[in-house]
DNA sequence: AACAAGACCTGCATGC
DNA sequence: TGCATGCAGGTCTTGT
């Protein structure tokens, strides 16, 4: 579920349901996700209090009053849900915060990619997995030509390598094949040949695509009482991705569109784009 | 050094 | 209906 929008709306969701608040008891019902839980773990967020909850690329971190951060990562199915105590069980609910203002906080993950870290808060920089991430999409000196700079060199495909997060950190595969389709470029181009005004045009096309789904799962937060990325998604109608064979809507059904959207496999992954609108 | 491929794990849609 | 197959929003590890 979790690209960088989704994991920016459940920060949100978290952040007003836990600033302030202790955790009167965590519960972990497995031993790992992904990982093992850290040693403690349940025992070290018990009685703490939350002070912040910010997001890095698509990770949750959670401060805590003892200057240690709460790292979660989502993974491919994690999802989490707040609601008055006690929240709705389910199958694959491994982990239960208990706030001291009457709200469960669930952690659900079917596939269990996901994973939960507790890290000392001036050693997050040099968290194996913070250190190596690239640039947040959103941030002001994410533009053009820094994008361009990035880009610079490399031989894969534009596409691998918005994916690759040493580089920019949050884009995942729904929204490298959406911002793609936006700036009018095919995802089988070597990020190298991207400069100029071509990397300015998509690295506007990241800001809005991003934007606009943070926008649509945020809106959804005032209506659900969950942090849950997956409302984002389900408000959100994608222009090329899982749109096989469809008409792009750039196209209108044009005689050169007559195919439509086309499904390739690049790394591994489902890459949607349209040939025609996308060079 | 850079890149592709396999691995992790479960659920769901599809087709026979 | 049952079963096999392929695919899924991520990223770490291994092999070329």
């Known amino acids: 579920?979790?690209?960088?929008?989704?994991?920016?709306?459940?920060?949100?969701?978290?952040?007003s349901a836990l600033v302030g608040r202790r955790f009167l008891s965590v519960e972990a019902r497995r031993p790992d996700l992904r990982f093992p839980f850290p040693d403690g773990f349940a025992a070290r967020l018990?009685?703490?209090?939350?002070?912040?909850?910010?997001?890095?690329?698509?990770?949750?971190?959670?401060?805590?009053?003892?200057?240690?951060?709460?790292?979660?990562?989502?993974?491919?199915?994690?999802?989490?849900?707040?609601?008055p105590r006690p929240i709705h069980r389910d199958a694959h609910q491994h982990?239960?915060?208990?706030t001291d203002?009457?709200?469960?906080?669930?952690?659900?993950?079917?596939r269990r990619f996901g994973f939960m870290d507790l890290v000392a808060a001036a050693d997050l920089g040099s968290h194996p997995r913070l250190i190596s991430l690239g640039i947040e999409p959103l941030s002001p000196e994410f533009d053009g030509s820094r994008l361009a700079g990035l880009l610079a060199g490399r031989k894969v495909p534009l596409k691998a390598a918005l994916?690759?997060?040493?580089?920019?950190?949050?884009i995942g595969?729904?929204?490298?094949?959406?911002?793609?389709?936006?700036?009018?470029?095919?995802?089988?181009?070597?990020?190298?040949?991207?400069?100029?005004?071509?990397a300015d045009r998509l690295a506007i096309?990241?800001?809005?695509?991003?934007?606009?789904?943070?926008?649509?799962?945020?809106?959804?937060?005032?209506?659900y009482v969950q942090a849950s990325g997956e409302l984002g998604y389900f408000q959100h109608?994608?222009?090329?991705?899982?749109?096989?064979?469809?008409?792009?809507?750039?196209?209108?059904?044009?005689?050169?569109?007559?195919?439509?959207?086309?499904?390739?496999?690049?790394?591994?992954?489902?890459?949607?784009?349209?040939p025609r609108r996308q060079r």
């Open 95 to 98: 982990v239960l915060f208990r």
């Open 163 to 170: 994916l690759d997060q040493r580089l920019i950190a949050g």
């Open 173 to 198: 595969n729904i929204y490298a094949c959406e911002a793609l389709f936006r700036a009018g470029l095919s995802p089988r181009r070597l990020a190298r040949t991207v400069s100029g005004q071509r």
């Open 46 to 83: 018990t009685g703490r209090r939350v002070e912040r909850v910010d997001r890095r690329a698509k990770y949750i971190l959670i401060g805590l009053d003892d200057a240690t951060v709460l790292l979660i990562h989502l993974g491919m199915s994690g999802r989490v849900v707040v609601a």
């Open 237 to 274: 109608r994608w222009a090329v991705y899982d749109r096989e064979g469809e008409v792009c809507p750039g196209c209108n059904g044009g005689p050169a569109c007559i195919d439509g959207v086309r499904r390739i496999a690049q790394a591994g992954r489902s890459t949607f784009y349209c």
């Open 1 to 15: 579920m979790p690209e960088l929008p989704e994991v920016e709306t459940v920060c949100r969701g978290l952040r």
């Open 101 to 110: 203002d009457g709200q469960d906080v669930a952690y659900s993950d079917a």
């Open 205 to 223: 096309a990241i800001r809005q695509v991003l934007g606009e789904a943070i926008a649509a799962g945020g809106s959804s937060l005032r209506d």
